[in-house]
């Protein structure tokens, strides 16, 4: 026997119950050609779904020149649209701001009766097409509406008007900042806001100094998703608006039109403009995610 195999009595015993190390199962079973045939694949599908389609816009809309895409930029109802597009996301997406930080506040926060309801009909516009949902303001607000015969007696008007495309803008881009944010203080649960009412602190200053701060990321990750929403919006407002051009057409609605009337080099000029907001969209919504997804990595360590 050799000297390195005996085991005296003090380790013996501790050696027997040191469990050898576990061998890891490797990450990934495929071959490397599998792998290498799931990524083309998964790469062909965006670049036809994806990549194409958005260099054919600014390629018809470039395809005169850009001169003339400068000019189908500066036609007043493309600039109508323009400002109006930013009017109505520029009124809604601050008052989704106050509903999303108040219904995930109260509903990751809080135990009330009626807290599924209220998440449930979070969740409605997701499940409602955009058309019914401008139906459904027409048959409310229009002039043989329930509320339309009234409203017209105070000599209020609402659909075919600016704020009837706020209204459905707004019904269909609420959920957003809302189910952004409650998984988020679902998961960073109460103490925080505990520890700082049992310190005196009001409810209003346990919200801004604490509850507010913690979700900061998020928020504007939720705010960034409904404000492109909110831009790119066709089906609700399109019932809405009465397509009256220069005054209650945003831009996807001018697209359509111009489209419709043989216009190409306008349609997808002013397309274009949408495309660049969905790519502006896209890097800002990267680098939240990435900054959002080092915060809660370092909040774990």
């Known amino acids: 026997m050799n000297a390195e195999t005996v085991l005296t009595p ?112 979070i969740d409605l516009p997701f499940s409602v097409s955009p058309v019914i949902s401008g139906l459904i303001y027409v048959l409310l607000y229009g002039a043989h509406g329930w509320f339309g015969p009234a409203l017209e007696a105070l000599h209020i008007k609402i659909i075919f008007t600016v704020a009837g495309l706020v209204l459905a803008t707004i019904f269909v881009t609420f959920p957003f900042i809302a189910r952004e944010l409650i998984p988020l203080m679902q998961e960073q649960g109460t103490e925080e806001e505990e520890a700082a009412v049992s310190l005196g602190a009001s409810g209003l200053q346990t919200f801004f100094r604490v509850t507010l701060p913690n979700v900061t990321w998020g928020l504007l990750y939720g705010v960034l998703l409904c404000n492109a929403r909110a831009m790119g919006e066709f089906g609700a407002v399109s019932v809405v608006s009465g397509h009256i051009r220069g005054v209650t057409n945003t831009m996807p609605l001018h697209v359509e039109i111009l489209y419709n009337e043989y216009d190409f080099v306008g349609a997808f000029a002013v397309a274009s403009l949408l495309a660049l907001l969905a790519l502006v969209t896209l890097i800002g919504k990267s680098l939240l995610e990435w900054r959002l997804g080092r915060r809660l990595s370092g909040g774990r360590h």
């Open 10 to 121: 003090e380790i013996a015993p501790l050696q027997a119950t040191v469990a050898p190390p576990r061998q890891l199962p490797p990450a990934t079973t495929e071959s490397p050609a599998a792998r290498v045939v799931v990524i083309g694949l998964a790469l062909a599908f965006m670049g036809v779904m994806l990549v194409l389609p958005l260099v054919s816009v600014f390629a018809e809309a470039l395809a005169e020149g850009i001169g003339h895409y400068l000019t189908a930029i500066a036609d007043p109802d493309a600039l109508a649209a323009i400002r109006l597009t930013l009017l109505v996301a520029a009124i809604a997406v601050p008052l989704n701001l106050v509903f999303g930080l108040c219904a995930a506040w109260a509903i990751a926060k809080f135990e009330f009766r009626g807290k599924s309801l209220l998440i449930t009909l």
